[in-house]
Antibody, heavy 116, light 106 residues
Framework: EVKLLESGGGLVQPGGSLRLSCAASGFTFTDFYMSWIRQPPGKAPEWLGVIRNKANGYTTEYNPSVKGRFTISRDNTQNILYLQMNTLRAEDTAIYYC???????WGQGVMVTVSS | DIQMTQSPSVLSASVGDRVTLNCKASQNINKYLNWYQQKLGEAPKLLIYNTNNLQTGIPSRFSGSGSGTDYTLTISSLQPEDVATYFCFQHNSWPTFGAGTKLELK
């Protein structure tokens, strides 16, 4: 059974940083693209970016809305996906989800609140 | 970016009704269109991938169709547990979601 469990969310001040983690199990982690998506309260989800699988060199792509501030990485020995978020703004407040492949399986999400 | 427009934004229907939700892309997305169901307080769940493929474990009352820029999710007989918000999502190019259709019981 595919399981994804996000952690690391919380309250952070504007301009601050936060790193989210997503622990994956139930599938061969290195075979899969992995994505981050966020959803502001009451709004539609927004795709943030992807890190490709081993066969595609673990390369990354980002939504222009977060490119340069957010970085996706993965630890393929521990099956963990990361999202490093820097220079956070109030508009980054959202539930953050990790997901597999073409967003077929999602974690339960973690809340990030950017506020002073 | 490809814009995804969903209609209607809110839909009220009765148990047993046949329900149709629409999603229109601003350009051809070559059937790279997924549908997600999101219940209150939960993560989105994949229902249909690549226009018309039913995800494992999803009831057969859900179906998808479309091509080019126009896509449809159909629920053949609405059940109380189908109350949710439904999002379309294109992954033909930079991935984007629609704004959602909120499905309510009449």
């Amino acid at each position: 059974e595919v399981k994804l469990l996000e952690s690391g969310g919380g309250l952070v001040q504007p301009g601050g940083s936060l790193r989210l983690s997503c622990a994956a199990s139930g599938f061969t982690f290195t075979d899969f693209y992995m994505s981050w998506i966020r959803q502001p309260p009451g709004k539609a989800p927004e795709w943030l970016g992807v890190i490709r699988n081993k066969a595609n060199g673990y390369t990354t792509e980002y939504n222009p809305s977060v490119k340069g501030r957010f970085t996706i990485s993965r630890d393929n020995t521990q099956n963990i996906l990361y999202l490093q978020m820097n220079t956070l703004r109030a508009e980054d407040t959202a539930i953050y989800y990790c997901a597999t492949g073409s967003l077929d399986y999602w974690g339960q999400g973690v809340m990030v609140t950017v506020s002073s | 970016d490809i814009q995804m427009t969903q209609s209607p934004s809110v839909l009220s229907a009765s148990v047993g009704d046949r329900v149709t939700l629409n999603c229109k892309a601003s350009q051809n997305i070559n059937k790279y269109l997924n549908w997600y169901q999101q219940k209150l307080g939960e993560a989105p769940k994949l229902l249909i991938y690549n226009t018309n493929n039913l995800q494992t474990g999803i009831p057969s009352r859900f179906s998808g169709s479309g091509s080019g820029t126009d896509y449809t999710l159909t629920i053949s007989s609405l059940q109380p547990e189908d109350v949710a918000t439904y999002f379309c999502f294109q992954h033909n190019s930079w991935p984007t979601f629609g704004a959602g259709t909120k499905l309510e019981l009449k």
